[in-house]
């Protein structure tokens, strides 16, 4: 049974910053990873991925601001977020092959 933990949300100011984390109960090693969000009445949507690779997708609403890295000895995928906008404010799941999900992690972008 895959588990995928999210952490790091939380509630911040226009322009602050947080840095979501994703570990995984097995090896991510050889499996792409990545991050979508979801707002409120809006579909889910990619944020970032992370191929085993390293070959990098942002989605165009968060190139420049945030940047996704992975750590394979710690099966941990990190979401560093800068420069945050009301919009962003979403509930954000990682994912590991687009297989197995997270319960999500609120982040919230407002003053």
């Known amino acids: 049974q895959v588990q995928l933990v999210e952490s790091g949300g939380g509630l911040v100011q226009p322009g602050g910053s947080l840095r979501l984390s994703c570990v995984a109960s097995?090896?991510?090693?050889?499996?792409?990873m990545g991050w979508y969000r979801q707002a409120p009445g809006k579909q889910r949507e990619l944020v970032a991925s992370?191929?085993?690779?390293?070959?990098?997708n942002y989605a165009d609403s968060v190139k420049g601001r945030f940047t996704i890295s992975r750590d394979n000895a710690k099966s941990t995928v990190y979401l560093q977020m800068n420069s945050l906008k009301p919009e962003d404010t979403a509930v954000y799941y990682c994912?590991?092959?687009?297989?197995?999900w997270g319960q999500g992690t609120q982040v919230t972008v407002s003053s």
């Open positions: 992370i191929s085993s690779g390293g070959r990098i």
């Open positions: 097995g090896s991510i090693l050889f499996y792409l």
């Open positions: 994912h590991k092959d687009l297989a197995y």
